[in-house]
C-alpha cells in the first residue's frame, strides 16, 4: 500500500497549484521562443489497468477502460494539457497548453489500443498582431472547441475567446477576440472560461442550439451558487447555468452523437476529497435561463490512474464504439502527469 498512499498524497498536494493566485501563476508563464511550428517527439508509457488495486475490473459506471498512455517530452514547453480535440477517427488531434501553445500530431493504435503520439507539432498561439499571444499575458488558455476549418480558443483571467481560421493557416493562424458576452468579464481569474463546445450544424441541424457555441466557466458562480455559461452565436448571447454539486467544478465539456452533453468536472483537496466525474445532460435542456442538471456516468477518486483531467472528447470507431477521450493537464508540476485516456460508452 505504502507507493500507492505517496502517489495519492503527491496528487493531494499538488492540487494545492491549481488554486495559486492568477498573478502567482504569471510569474511561471512564458511565451515560446519559437515563431513557427516545431516538430517534437512525445514518450508514451501505456496505463495496463484504470483501477489500480484489480487490473482485471474495466467497468466504471457506464465507462469500459480501453487503454492510457503516461506522456512525456524533453522539449521544453510540453505539458499542461488544457484542452483536446481529435478528428472523427480518433486519431488525428488538436491540444492546446495553458501556456498558450497548440500541438497537433496523430494517436498511433495496435487495434483498439493506444500506443503511441505520433507527427507532432508544437507552436505558440499568435494574436491578431503575429506575436505569441503569451506575450501580452494571454497565456492562460483553458478551452478549445472546433467547428469545421475554425477553431476557439477560451482564456482565464482575461475572460476571452480567440477564434483562429485554422483550416486556412494552421498553426500560423492569427486569432481574433470575438465579442464578450454580458457578464462574462466579472468572472473569477482562475475560475473562468473552461469549457467549450460548438454545436456543429453539420451535426446537428435540427437542434435549436445548431450552429451556436457554448461557454462554460469553471467556477464562476452566480446568486444561487450555480456555474456561469453562455450561448453565443444567437442575436443576442443568453446566458443558463449548470448545477453544481458536491464542490465539483468544470473542467471540459464534449458533445454525444445523439446530442447529450457530457460535463467533465473534477475537485480538489489537500485532505483527501480528490475525484473526477462525468455527468450526462440532454442538449435539449441548455437554453437561455435554464438550469441544467444530470446524472452521473463516471467518477473515480485516487484509488484510480487519475490526475488533474481537464479535457475531454468523444468519437465513433468504425466498428461503432463511441470512445471517451480524457486528458489531464500536469500544470508542470513534477508531482503530476499527462494522462492521456480512452474508455467505451456502454450504456
Known amino acids: ?47 495496463p489497468a484504470f483501477d489500480t488495486r484489480d487490473r482485471a475490473h474495466t467497468r466504471f459506471g457506464s465507462l469500459q477502460y480501453r487503454s492510457g498512455l503516461v506522456l512525456t517530452s524533453r522539449y521544453k514547453d510540453f505539458g499542461g494539457i488544457s484542452g483536446l480535440r481529435l478528428d472523427d477517427k480518433g486519431e488525428g488531434f488538436i491540444a492546446i497548453s495553458d501556456k498558450g501553445n497548440w500541438f497537433t500530431g496523430k494517436i498511433a493504435y495496435s487495434g483498439d489500443t493506444m500506443v503511441g503520439i505520433i507527427d507532432v507539432e508544437a507552436a505558440p498561439m499568435l494574436g491578431t498582431d503575429g506575436k505569441p499571444i503569451a506575450a501580452r499575458g494571454w ?88 456555474i456561469s455559461a453562455w450561448i453565443i452565436g444567437g442575436k443576442t448571447p443568453a446566458t443558463f447555468s449548470v448545477r453544481r454539486t458536491k464542490n465539483y467544478d468544470i473542467s471540459d465539456a464534449a458533445l454525444l452523437p445523439s446530442g447529450d452533453l457530457l460535463l467533465l468536472e473534477r475537485k480538489f483537496s489537500l485532505f483527501g476529497d480528490t475525484g473526477v466525474r462525468i455527468r450526462r445532460i440532454p442538449l435539449s435542456s441548455v437554453a437561455p435561463d435554464a438550469v441544467i442538471d444530470g446524472p452521473t456516468i463516471f467518477d473515480a477518486d485516487l484509488g484510480y490512474e487519475i490526475d488533474n483531467f481537464e479535457g475531454l472528447d468523444v468519437h465513433v470507431t468504425a466498428e461503432g464504439d463511441t470512445v471517451l477521450t480524457l486528458i489531464s493537464d500536469d500544470n508542470f508540476s513534477m508531482l503530476q502527469r499527462t494522462l492521456l485516456m480512452q474508455f467505451t460508452l456502454l450504456d
Do not use: C
Open 139 to 226: 497565456y492562460d488558455t483553458e478551452s478549445i472547441a472546433v467547428d469545421g476549418p475554425t477553431i476557439y480558443i477560451g482564456l482565464e483571467r482575461v475572460h476571452q475567446i480567440l477564434k483562429f481560421d485554422f483550416g486556412r493557416d494552421g498553426l500560423r493562424a492569427k486569432g481574433e477576440p470575438i465579442p464578450q458576452p454580458p457578464g462574462m468579464r466579472k468572472l473569477p481569474n482562475n475560475g473562468s472560461l473552461e469549457a467549450l463546445v460548438m454545436v456543429r450544424r453539420d451535426r446537428f441541424r435540427t437542434a435549436p442550439l445548431a450552429g451556436m457555441l457554448l461557454a462554460i466557466s469553471e467556477r464562476g458562480l452566480d446568486s444561487a451558487g450555480n
Open 1 to 47: 500500500m505504502a507507493p500507492h498512499l505517496t502517489r495519492r498524497t503527491l496528487l493531494a498536494t499538488a492540487a494545492a497549484g491549481i488554486a495559486l493566485p492568477a498573478v502567482a501563476r504569471a510569474q511561471t508563464a512564458s511565451a515560446s521562443s519559437a515563431r513557427g511550428p516545431v516538430a517534437i517527439e512525445i514518450e508514451a508509457r501505456t496505463i
